[in-house]
């Protein structure tokens, strides 16, 4: 595997941005985009566009074959047992939001508790929260460690008999923690819990397998797996997709529609009302595609490699403070500087085209309970190498220096 | 675009050691603003006396050194203005941050809008304008008794 080949595979970095050399260390927000999967929603639109799913004419149903066949594409690479447990969403947000809203609907009522934890994104506690204003549900985080990291006896400590469903990250995106989450499945399986996973950061980086990891729900982002934006990811045994409720209504996901009643469409189906993001899933097929290429094996080395690397490199450049010590780390090194503010550090960094995030990376639970208004994050993909880490810290010095520190 | 235009001499110097940090006592103003992109807040505090004149102003808070200098600037220039002047100040700096190449009110001396311009460095950096902003934006709900908090998003 040559990281050089596969950079070239991304057309981002064929031009200058700014009159520098990209260095993009934003991938925990954002991928970038492989050429495959950019010719592929210039060549759908131009060459194969139809609305899927309804007509019969030529285009349609070649537009709902392709359509279909990412499904199935997604299904073998996470390894879920059916076609059918794999729903498109706009994203993993509107995933967690869907399986919220479903099951809130049909399993919470007042008094009921749902297990997070402090680590977890915004997408993966707004909704929950949302429940707790409609329901008077509660929710119930639990703690992370001093080494940024959320263990199975912390989960444990938080179960009650109340305990309806826990949702928690694959791997954070602040401390890079990796959470141990079959471990977690089997002992909310245990007590009868069923478990949804965050899997924003673990999709793009670690190896999947629904049926070993027996999660009930995992949720997933394509614009994080080299795919489009507007496209994401809902696994969900099918026992569970049959049993909830529909989630938008509109065409495509009914059965039969009466002025009496209504009767919904089979799955998976029933999940998918409206126009779907046609385009962008039958182009998440060619990310599916490229990552297999590659191989999530020597994905996961490369980025092991680039996060011991930088590890090394920034723990001995004084006064960067890094956040979180997990043992099982993912591409993520969130820091701070002392004495200089994340946004100050972020603008500076991007003068040399080194392109990180400032902020509370939309967790703010997590950096109130480290007491940080916010961190600077640097984030790993495929087509980063040693030297995009070696000029990040020359950017950091750079930084120092303009503070005078 | 140049860093140096955004981080002045000036702004490193009000950034790391913000004038008129902290509370007082007997304030009888107040207002509170966040920035939730970067979780960013500031709360300001005032007395006006019965001439409307500010006779203190302090705030408190956390942010990048351009929004604790932006802040701390602020305080120190509206000190000892009255209400009517302050309000103009604050409609000339906003216009100049949004659009305006230089200030136009009579209130300030050449000094101190010399000072104030060491801010419009924001200006090329449209994701840093609200940290310049944040503080005067909170500085008019004050005067106005406004309960609400301020944000930059909505």
Redesign the interface.
Known sequence: MNIDDIKREFPIFDDKI?NNDLVYLDSANSSQKPRVVVDRIYDFYTKEFSNVGRSVHYLAVAATNLYEQTRVSVQKYINAKDKDEIVFTKGATEAINLVANTFGQKYLSEGDEVLLTELEHHSNYVPWHFLRKAKNIKIEFAEINDNGEVTLEAIEKKITNKTKIISVSHLSNVTGAILPIKEIVQLAHSKNIPVLIDGCQGAPHLKLDMQDIDCDFYAISGHKMYGPTGIGILYAKKKWLEDLPPYQGGGGMINEVKKEGITYGELPNKYEAGTMATAQVIAFNESIKFMEKIGIQNIEKHEKELLDYGLEKLRKNNSVNIIGNPKEKGGVISFTIE??????IA??LD?DGVAIR???HCC?IL?DKLNL??TARASFGIYNTKDDIDKLNEAINKCKK???L | MDLKDLYQEIILDHGKNPRNLGKFDNYNKDAKGNNPLCGDNVHVYLRLNENKKVEDIAFEGHGCAISMASASIMTDMVRGKEEKEVKEIVTDFLGMIKEKDSLETNILKDDEKTKLMSLSGVKQYPMRVKCATLSWHTLTSALDNSDQIVKTEE
């Open positions: 700014q004495g200089i503010h994340p946004h100050d603008t500076i003068e400032a902020g509370h703010q950096h208004p916010a303009i503070f005078n």
